[in-house]
């Protein structure tokens, strides 16, 4: 069998899908056909991998499998999503992903916001002692000019916005143009294209903090960049919808937008872009064709739903172990449910429970928190892997997998497309 490979996709709006099981790609590619919007079928962070215990050659030959059975023949992309190191590149460009996200978000102070103007002076000196900036007369590059961002929204830098922005973003930048150089060389003069991401920090991005950061990626020369992904006002909660002010968002939006084309083009990318209904007719109709969505963890819900339907017993048992996995598992992530509301909800016996566990939010958030360890370290009662029968189940019932995916994910792109 001649398997796809696949290539960059260059600024076509496009559509992230996570599969953390590697067997979603049959409902992804049914849930995109004649949306418009470009897939990337093999799509995972290195923090996925490490949690399901999958290799980047498992990830991207899932996909490849699925594609080739199904006789894709159009373009699709490939993901090596939130990559921290220099040998992160290595080990998923190695496998044959071409679409490299660089996390910076180590070297982000997220400090920043709160500093007083002495204190970002001498972070400011810190910066300049480490060169970080190298021989560039960086100050003037920023201070004292207008940037003319098109449709009458000029901005320009005070000596504090502009401090602020460099002590917050200033090594990240740095670190960018390191991750930047090892994936051109990596590639090989192979096909390859960038995203940056700064999602996971504390606080939202600023216009102007968002203008620093990518006129730091020209400066810098970071090649091939075609995204790049700014922390949003609001809430984008894993596995539910957006909570925060929708006009708010949609004005902050407009502004990213008419940077990323300044400083590009490259396209915005939302992050924890699953289950964000509410705002996808907004991010439709602002980004237009500047716009890459991921989701990961709303196919791996549809595929648990898959086992609630067809095997209700094990799906109690899975829910039951993740209810005792939350407190520890819960931590690494930026979600509203508490310890108190997973103890009140109730186990799961049939049907009836569907909607707490796999529509609301403190059931989907469990779920979405405990994935790593419901894959990996999770067996029933008699020592079987969670996991394996989770596989098991899809594939015997892989019909009504590909229907829910298709249309579930489908809802996500007709929102979209409906701004
Ligand atoms: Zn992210």
Known sequence: MQLPVPVPLGLKKSFGFGDRLGLATPGHLEAVRGTGFAPIFAQQSIREMTRTQRTPADVMRAAQEALASAGHAEPWGADADHLKTPEDVERT?????CFFTIDPSAHVNNGADAMSGPELAAAVAELDKDRVFGERAWRQEYLGRTFDLGTGMGLRFGEEDLYRAVVKYGRATEHAAVMGRAIAAAAGGGGFEIEVSVD???????????????????????????????????????????????????????????????????????????????????????????????????????????????????????????????????????????????????????????????????????????????????????????????????????????????????RHLTLLNAG
């Not at 460009?93 to 992903?97: D, I, K, L, Q, R």
């Open 200 to 410: 996971e920090t504390d606080s939202p991005t600023r216009p102007l903090e968002h203008l620093f950061f990518g006129l730091e990626l020209r400066a810098r020369g970071v090649p091939n960049v075609v995204s790049l992904a700014p922390r949003f006002i609001g809430e984008f909660e894993k596995g539910i919808d957006y909570r925060g002010d929708l006009v708010a968002f949609e004005a902050a939006l407009r502004q990213h937008v008419a940077i990323a084309r300044y400083c590009g083009p490259y396209k915005i990318s939302v992050h924890s872009g699953s289950d964000k209904f509410a705002a996808y007719p907004a991010v439709g109709r602002v980004c237009g064709d500047l716009l890459h969505v991921k989701t990961a963890g709303t196919s791996y819900l549809e595929a648990l739903r898959v086992v609630a339907r067809v095997a209700p017993a094990v799906f109690g048992e899975i829910a039951e172990y993740c209810r005792g996995r939350f407190a520890v598992d819960r931590q690494s992530y930026h979600i509203s449910t508490t310890e108190a509301e997973i103890a009140g909800l109730g186990p799961y016996r049939g049907k009836a429970d569907e909607p707490a566990w796999l529509d609301e939010r403190v059931g989907r958030q469990l779920l979405h928190v405990t994935f790593g360890s419901a894959l990996t370290l999770g067996a029933d009662a008699r020592g079987r892997r969670f996991k394996d029968a989770i596989l098991e189940l899809l594939t015997e019932n892989a019909g009504l997998h590909r229907e829910l995916l298709a249309g579930h994910l489908g």
């Open 93 to 97: 460009a190695a496998a044959g992903f």
